[in-house]
């Protein structure tokens, strides 16, 4: 409670601030880092970690598109292409179903050796579940930090031995890998977990914003005249729908329904 | 046959229906309310409908009111609306529709006021009062100027901003009636968002909104969301900040002195906030994720995020 009003008065002092803080009212604890932007980025991070090891071990060919199939076997659809005059391959962005189908479904066989591909995906899993734990209301807060440490040192599983030499086994990723959005997760969601056990983390999710968001353009592209008109700017046009849409809410206009009867 | 003939042969046999059905609605229907509304019928190519009683436009009001519903939620335009009502004439009038829009707008309108600002306007009048070196701005205002002559009305920037109070004045009854909330738990917990989105190639569109957590059931349909302020503009601090100002005050009142709705009765308010990465550090005034100091809730740096066995505590000092 206290912090934010420091921030308020301190904030030059704090490392990272530039401005004071616009909602100074509400206490740092109830600024809640969303579960769909957590997953979004790590996946993320994940999956271009996948593209950057398949890039400088085995390399972007022609072959890679017969490989790519298994992305069709999941039901997602994606596909690497040469940028026109240069020699680097672009690849499709996968949308937040995407990304989940593949962390959960994608083998990882085809393009690893078998013990590597095991490792992945036991990352993978390990953040799936993850994933899980943060959408259910009843997660133990300490359960979860311990799970989540447990996966940071799976991320981060060394490589044993020297490289070339027999007894080496490759490891994972190293902490330079690391992004703020997995430090959030380790370290402050399992707090969050336990301030907010009433509640869970599920309702703090942006999924429903992102979706009003989508709304509101379909609104603006469909129904406004797009700032076009004289009267009224699109955004007013859309605030006063959304007032119509609380008259909606709170009015149910009986109707009596007509029923047909067919006369043979 | 001749149109005119026509109608009139249809109007006698309309009135033929009307007093038959008359005579036996008690008999047969065992009713004596029941009003015979219309009869279609074919004659050669053409359909006709026969409508009794007063002219149906008070009788459709309900029907327009739907419609509007309709229209409102799923977007649909109204000339589309208007080349449906050709295909089933049994549908509410454009006219009739438009108008029972319009009365929908003004009730509420009234009930929750939009009020209107612009981005340029109210960013000029902070810097005028305020820091800053006064050359830059004299010379942006010369640009709005022009701008305004140059294209008669720009919306470029515009805003809009409803007030928290009026919404939830709005909403306690609704939610109070379908018992979302109690008066024995008096605790009213509100969540604000923001997002960032383009909307086509070159308009940036801001909006910020609440939601109620004590509707923990229905928080994940996007209409349980209401939007306090929408405004064209960019995602960042001084945008944030003006156009904020409004609900910053609001949201300090509620916070310090909770809410008292229409009947009197007081509920206590609790503030959450959430958003992405990006929402939140700009209304703490803080960093990009990829700054030295990354984290909004401690004060782990880049080098230290590397450092696994430490660890870390929203910030308390």
Known sequence: MENIDQLKIGWKKTKGHKNPPIFDMIPLTNWIPDKLHIMLHITDRLWSLVLNEIRSTIGLNDDIHNKIHEMKKIGVKFEFWLIQGSTNWSHTSLMGPDKLKVLKNFNLEVFFPIECARKIRHLWNGFSE?????????????????????????????????????????????????????????????????????????????????????QQIMKYFRKTMKDGGCKKSAVVEILESENRALFYMTNHTQINKTKQINIH | MKTGAQRNRLIQLGKNFATNFECEKLDTLNSSTSILRDITIQLDEANYQLSFGQPNTEIKKPQAYEVVKTMDLNNISRDAYRSLTKIEPGLPKENLVASAKSEITILMNNAIPIKEFNMKDTLVDDDDSGDGDGDDENNEKDVTDNDIIATVKNFEGAGGYRNIINIINYLIPYYLKNNIINLIDNNLHIRISGDGRNVGRKIKHEMITFAFLNNSENIMKPDNHY?????????????????????????????????????????NVHLYISGDWKFLATCLGFNMANSDSFCIWCSCTKSQLKNINASWKILIS
């Open chain 1, 130 to 214: 993850l994933h899980t734990l943060l959408c259910e209301k009843n997660t133990n807060s300490n359960e979860f930090q311990k799970k989540a440490f447990e996966w940071l040192k799976i991320f981060l599983t060394p490589s044993i031995g020297k490289i070339k030499q027999p007894n080496y086994v490759k490891g994972l990723y190293f902490p330079d890998d690391l992004t703020p959005y997995i430090h959030v997760l380790i370290y402050h969601i399992p707090e969050f977990l336990e301030i907010h056990q009433k509640f869970g983390l599920k309702i703090f999710s942006c999924s429903p914003i992102e979706k009003k968001n989508h």
């Open chain 2, 227 to 267: 939007t306090l302020v929408l405004y064209s503009g960019k995602e960042d601090y001084n945008s944030l900040l003006t156009s904020l100002s409004f609900l910053c005050r609001e949201l300090s009142k509620l916070k310090e002195n909770g809410y008292t709705d229409l009947e009197n009765n007081h509920w």
